[in-house]
């Protein structure tokens, strides 16, 4: 889940994830202010062997951009 607040320093941005179904499973919490312009990356875990899941946040004018970024390149 992603939610912002547009406030007079930014964008105070939280993404809020669920690993797993069951009732305990873990929760992650990522907090930034993104200034005009500003972008931040999140990336999340997935299982051992798959590439992480990647979004790209970004303060466009005051309104939040969502972007999946290019994969990673091949090593």
């Given at each position: 889940m992603v939610y912002y607040l547009d406030e007079p320093d930014g964008l105070h941005v939280v993404v809020t994830t669920h690993q797993g179904v069951r009732q305990k499973a873990a929760v992650e919490r990522f907090e930034t202010v993104l200034a005009a312009g500003?972008?931040?990356?999140?990336?999340?875990?997935?299982?051992?062997?798959?590439?992480?899941?990647?979004?790209?946040?970004?303060?466009?004018?005051?309104?939040?951009?969502?972007?999946?970024?290019?994969?990673?390149?091949?090593?």
């Open positions: 500003q972008s931040a990356s999140v990336s999340l875990p997935r299982a051992a062997g798959e590439a992480p899941e990647r979004v790209v946040l970004t303060n466009a004018g005051g309104h939040l951009q969502i972007a999946e970024p290019p994969p990673f390149p091949p090593q």
